[in-house]
């Protein structure tokens, strides 16, 4: 927008309602009933399609301001390629560049950077059709919120590498790593080496890793579309055998396994890029049509002595380690398995977030253990309770979630109460079901009763020892593991703190809670440490990375599991039987093996890199103002530092306010501090900054200026901190260039003001400022001999909801043939927060007693509609049908009034095209809906195009639901012959290669 296009609040913002739509604890946690499903998947894609739109728009925009003329050396006709990096530091990464040579392609072509030197790549896709390529190839070092070049150039031949070679090898290697996988266990990875740092990666004995599992669950669960309960009974892939398959190219190593899991089929791709220490992995349930199953990938790792860390949206939490091993049973609050699965946003990691170390005197560790979820038990008094506080501060600053504990579980205060205001359980040890895997129990001159209760367990001379250190040092501390631990779990390592008196106690609590800030180690002497154990945490860990599949674990003996889909019975509303899972189904996620722990590995960054991909972009080739080798437009230096939005301040369309947005006068940034540690950082833009400020998240109140020292701006973060900061650009761009980025209208025209009742989530584009209604009660009944009702009355009435607009428009009646409105069209004029009413007469003036009122008017480019339906008008389905590549419906209007709706052909995620879901995509599905307007009396038919995206026959076709609203009616129906569609029945598109299409020396 800083050059000269209009930002796409509207368009965004609906995007972002139908996701938001989709966040309520019935929506995001499991569908209640299949109409649900349906209706979100819907929302769904549309907020994916607009907000892709406005990427797509956004990138091309910034393209126009791009010099693209090809380097010095490189001939003219060379293709410019702007590669876009979307995220706040410099990367090198995977870029996809779809490229379209026109009506002439040439023999072959090969690309060079920016300077002119040719790189690396390999054609992924090639249509001959339409001259496309899509190509791979690795960008170095595209600038931090910014682009660089490429250039394809034209010539006779392809340059060697670009297409990969096959062979029957069973490993694949990079820089980085060498996999070796086991055809004869389904082509699960029996080595994974870690070249750089000299570790095997997989854990001997606890099978394959890649290894997918099918859990048999038990259908008459509590609550199935909210629970998982798995029953015991398990089928791994690796239990038979797998075709295995290898290509090889110049930016790519690809493992091809196809398999099964029991009597589903499986298609798994491993994929090493040169130079990036990443492992991808996308694997396919190929036609799955079972009921009652969980689909788990599991990696049995080795990493000694480590915990589960998960991403969450601002942060990272340590959790714990599953009790058993790939058993899942769950219902509301309750974990009757004692799993550890939690939702990872972008990861999970094997490693650690902080350490207890035990030192010698000559500052060796002898000992160490990786701290988890923390219950810090105190008893009532202040004095220990500030103690904890200190103590609970400092964890949870590193992301270690603590919960304080009374070592009475508050008995007295509770039974004083006529119900209990707590939800906290009576045994502590009944949180380790929920997480609790390490203690620390504090005390002040007595001991509390849980400690108590550990001294009786232990041996006295111990204890005996532990009193004396007390009373000679002040304070002391002594670390076991809790004999009071159920038989049934692992022992809770445990640290217990105790002081002579209030003050000893706060300096030790201050002292450690210091000594914890500075490096997330709690370092204590190693006569300390009286577990008996000395095992050592290994500075090593493994990330699972994915993209949606979100429900990981780490099971009791290290192995990474990741859950990929399982079915569960709605509350049916169809009229038809309807299981989602029933389908191929797609799942990308990735692996990364790496030095120390997730913070060392810098985690955080490569999640977002994963999720991010970096946009590639064919741009025409012209001058421009931007220079050619790339830039960033904004510069963070703070190597923790994650920029999650940028956006001109306020939310117009959200707060119903006419007034636009003006990025070129204040730019909000929301960063997060990723690691734990506070920061000291910089931000620069490439305008300059002028002045900054800081802000609450809703961009609403003003917190203070933030200092800016010659247009940089100066930023402390502490840790886990969340910014929301406002900068004024000092010089935005001179030169501008209208542009709309996304559309301000919905994509049908009349819009339906009562939306909900079409099952559509989130109201209609522009969040309806303006609405019109009619209502009324019509009286068509024949009350006495000489006649009947000829005139009723309605009442219209539009609302402007602006803040700080007047509206002016006219309203429009549409009646039945034989009835009139009076009046028929009237003005209004509204100021803002006004409501119009106006009185409508409805003369009958022919025998006919059956319609639909339409009460319409106009607002930001769309006509807005309301009824009042007398008698019943519906439409009927005549047939919804695939047949030539498409899916036609019929409807048929045997009303004596136009019928105008909507028509969408709702398909699983698989099929909503490449570039819109990139890997996760099997086929496109277009459009997603279509508006219609049956004519009385007559039929119309609309077709949906389903291309083909894989090789014949590989690929069973998928479900697919058409839905159909209007007038405030809703219908669902199954489509004619779906089941039988394969894909060599689809109509082609631009393809993905098939594992055997070869693409020859050119495209010719």
Do not use: C
């Amino acid at each position: 927008s800083l050059f000269g296009a209009t930002y796409p609040d509207i368009t965004l913002d609906k995007a972002w309602r139908q996701l938001l739509f989709g966040q309520h604890h019935d929506a995001i946690t499991g569908t209640i009933n299949d109409k649900s499903y349906l209706d979100l998947m819907q929302g769904y894609r549309e907020a994916l399609e607009l907000a892709a739109g406005v990427l797509d728009k956004s990138a091309a925009h910034i393209g126009r301001f791009i010099d693209t003329r090809p380097p010095s050396g490189v001939p003219a006709g060379a293709i410019p390629i702007a590669v876009f990096n979307p995220l706040n530091w410099s990367r090198k990464d995977l870029a996809r560049a779809v490229v379209e040579f026109g009506e002439q392609a040439p023999g072959g072509f090969f690309v060079t950077d920016a300077s002119g030197a040719m790189i690396p790549f390999e054609i992924e896709r090639a249509d001959r059709e339409t001259n496309t390529v899509t190509i791979l190839f690795l960008a170095e070092k595209v600038p931090e919120m910014g682009y660089t070049t490429y250039f394809v150039v034209p010539a006779d031949q392809m340059p060697e590498g670009t297409v990969p070679g096959k062979s029957e090898d069973t490993f694949i290697e990079n820089t980085f790593y060498k996999l070796e996988v086991d055809p004869l266990k389904g082509g699960g990875i029996v080595s994974l080496y870690d070249k750089i740092n000299g570790k095997q990666v997989m854990a001997p004995g606890n099978g394959v890793g890649n290894d997918i599992a099918a859990l048999k669950e038990n259908p008459v669960r509590n609550e199935p579309p909210w629970e998982v309960y798995t029953t015991g009974d398990k089928k791994f892939s690796s239990e038979k055998p797998a075709l295995v398959e290898k290509t090889a190219g110049a930016i790519t190593e690809r493992l091809i396994i196809r398999g099964a899991v029991g009597d589903t089929g499986k298609e798994q791709e491993i994929i090493l890029y040169k130079d990036l220490p990443r492992i991808d992995f996308i694997t396919r349930i190929v036609d799955y049509r079972g009921t009652d199953d969980m689909f788990v990938v599991t990696f049995p790792v080795a990493v000694a002595n480590a915990v589960p860390v998960f991403e969450e949206r601002y942060g990272a939490l340590v959790r714990r380690k599953s009790k058993g091993k790939l058993n899942f049973q769950t219902w509301q609050m309750r974990n009757y398995s004692g799993h550890g699965a939690e939702a990872a946003y972008q990861w999970l990691d094997q490693s650690h977030s902080g350490l207890i170390e035990f030192r010698d005197d000559e500052g060796q560790t002898q000992a160490s253990f990786a701290l988890g979820m923390m219950g810090l038990i105190t008893d009532h008094q202040p004095s220990t309770r500030a103690a904890a506080d200190k103590i609970m501060l400092s964890l949870i600053r590193k992301g270690i979630p603590s919960t304080p504990w009374f070592d009475d579980a508050d008995e007295k205060r509770l039974a004083a109460l006529p119900r209990s205001d707590s939800t906290m359980p009576g045994d502590m040890n009944f949180d380790l079901n929920f997480g609790t895997s390490f203690r620390i129990s504090i005390n002040s001159g007595s001991n509390n009763a849980f400690t108590r209760s550990v001294f009786k367990k232990l041996d006295p001379a111990l204890v005996q020892q532990f009193e004396a250190d007390v009373t000679e040092k002040g304070f002391a501390y002594l670390f076991v593991l809790d004999p009071t631990s159920p038989d049934d779990w692992p022992p809770v390592p445990l640290l217990i703190l105790k002081a002579l008196d209030d003050e000893a106690l706060q300096r030790a609590a201050e002292a450690l809670a210091a000594d914890f800030d500075t490096d997330a180690v709690i370092t204590l002497g190693a006569a300390v440490n009286a577990s008996g154990s000395d095992q050592k945490v290994e500075n090593y860990g493994v990330a699972l990375l994915n993209k949606g599949t979100v429900f990981n674990s780490i099971e009791n003996d290290g192995t990474m599991a990741m859950a990929l889909m399982h079915t569960a019975s709605f509350f049916r509303r169809l009229p038809f039987p309807f299981i989602p899972e029933q389908r191929t189904a797609v799942f990308p996620y990735a692996l990364v093996p790496h030095k120390g722990n997730w913070r060392d590995a810098a985690m955080y960054r490569t999640g977002y890199e994963y999720n991010n991909p970096l946009v590639a972009m064919q741009l025409e080739t012209h001058m421009g103002d931007l220079p050619r080798g790339g830039m960033s437009f904004l510069t963070t230096r703070g190597d923790t530092l994650v920029l999650t939005a940028m956006k001109p301040r306020g939310n117009p369309t959200a707060s119903l306010a006419f007034t636009p947005q003006t990025p070129r006068e204040n730019i909000m940034l929301r960063y997060y501090e990723a690691s734990g540690f506070s920061q000291q950082a910089s931000v620069e833009a490439f305008t300059g900054i002028r002045k900054a400020l800081w802000t609450n998240m809703l961009e609403q109140d003003d917190f203070g200026r933030l200092p800016v020292e010659t247009g940089t701006l100066k930023l402390d973060m502490g840790a886990f901190d969340i910014r929301t900061i406002g900068y004024a650009p000092q010089n935005p761009p001179a030169l501008q260039l209208p542009a709309t980025l996304g559309p301000v209208t919905e994509p049908f025209s009349p819009v339906f003001n009562k939306f909900w009742l079409h099952n559509n989530g989130a109201a209609p584009m522009g969040y309806l400022p303006v609405s019109i209604g009619v209502r009324g009660d019509i009286q068509t009944k024949i009350h006495i001999s000489q006649g009947g009702v000829s005139v009723n009355e309605v009442e219209v009435f539009v609302n402007n909801d602006y803040i700080d607009r007047k509206v002016e428009g006219k309203v429009r009646m549409v009646t039945p043939p034989d009835w009139r409105a009076v009046p028929a069209e009237f003005d209004y004029v509204l100021q803002p927060g006004q409501t119009f009413t106006k009185k409508v007469a409805i003369l009958f003036l022919g025998s006919g007693r059956d319609g639909v009122i339409k009460a319409q008017t106009e607002h930001g480019g769309q006509i807005l509609q309301d009824i009042l339906e007398v008698g019943d008008h519906k439409l009927e389905l005549v047939s919804a049908r695939f047949e030539d590549g498409a899916v036609s419906v019929t409807l048929r209007n045997p009303t004596s009034q136009s019928i105008e709706g909507e028509l969408y052909l709702i398909t699983p995620l698989e099929t909503w095209g490449a570039g819109l879901v990139d890997e996760f995509a099997l086929a496109r599905v277009t459009p997603r809906m279509i508006g219609f307007a049956v004519p009385a009396g007559m039929e119309r038919t609309y077709s949906f195009t389903l291309a083909g995206a894989w090789a014949a026959d590989t690929h069973p076709a998928p479900w697919a639901v058409i839905k159909g609203a209007y007038n405030g009616r809703v219908f669902y129906s199954e489509i004619d012959n779906i089941d039988n569609i394969k894909a060599k029945d689809l109509r082609p598109s631009a393809p993905r290669r098939s594992f055997t299409d070869p693409v020859g020396p050119g495209l010719k």
